[in-house]
T-cell receptor
Framework: NAGVTQTPKFRVLKTGQSMTLLCAQD?????MYWYRQDPGMGLRLIHY???????AKGEVPDGYNVSRLKKQNFLLGLESAAPSQTSVYFC????????????FGSGTRLTVV | RKEVEQDPGPFNVPEGATVAFNCTYS??????FFWYRQDCRKEPKLLMS???SGNEDGRFTAQLNRASQYISLLIRDSKLSDSATYLC???????????FGSGTRLQVQP
């Protein structure tokens, strides 16, 4: 049972490049989330989805887009990467909006130079 | 003011010590509370949920004080393997996502 899988695990981008981070879960969870984690800031919610075909903004959505075309996948896109987007990105999934906690993926370390 | 606040530490304790972390939250309507553990360069993992009556899981005890809006985690008989960052996590009423504190770092020394 894979749980939540994130790809890629590491990436270095140049300023202005675009990329997509993929999150896949095999637990049939309705809710999926993207967070970023920066030193001293904790995890901050970027976007989330409460079901296939729906997405919503979190605390820090600017510069990111998301799509949830299939229930098991949640994609995070950076259209024009900036150095401020250097961070560790975590995807998570849950039932019932996290009422019983989340399952996290192992993270993507992104560096924008 | 942050929605969930924690002392960043680090807390440096010897093996076998008892250590306690506190966390405060600002949303009085918060409904669900958790402690997560995060090892260096790893994803957060659920350590335990926190219930109003308090709950225990082996060496770990969690308490919730709704009146004062704080949550605590007590670790007894600390092990080297307990060294990690402990994240306080809250879910507010009607919220569809969890809010994470910045974490408290624990270093258990031999």
């Amino acid at each position: 049972n894979a749980g939540v899988t994130q790809t890629p695990k590491f990436r270095v981008l140049k300023t202005g490049q675009s990329m997509t981070l993929l999150c896949a879960q095999d637990m049939n969870h309705e809710y999926m989330y993207w967070y970023r984690q920066d030193p001293g800031m904790g995890l901050r919610l970027i976007h989330y989805s409460v079901g296939e075909g729906t997405t919503a903004k979190g605390e820090v959505p600017d510069g990111y887009n998301v799509s949830r075309l299939k229930k098991q996948n949640f994609l995070l896109g950076l259209e024009s990467a900036a150095p401020s987007q250097t961070s560790v990105y975590f995807c998570a999934s849950s039932t019932l909006g996290g009422q019983f906690g989340y399952t996290f993926g192992s993270g993507t370390r992104l560096t924008v130079v | 003011r942050k929605e969930v606040e924690q002392d960043p530490g680090p807390f440096n304790v010897p093996e076998g010590a008892t250590v306690a972390f506190n966390c405060t939250y600002s949303n009085s309507a918060s409904q669900s509370f958790f402690w997560y553990r995060q090892d260096c360069r790893k994803e957060p993992k659920l350590l335990m949920s926190v219930y109003s009556s308090g709950n225990e899981d082996g060496r770990f005890t969690a308490q919730l004080n709704r009146a004062s809006q704080y949550i605590s985690l007590l670790i007894r008989d600390s092990k080297l393997s307990d060294s990690a960052t402990y994240l306080c996590v809250v879910r507010g009423t009607g919220r569809r996502a969890l809010t994470f504190g910045s974490g408290t770092r624990l270093q258990v020394q031999p």
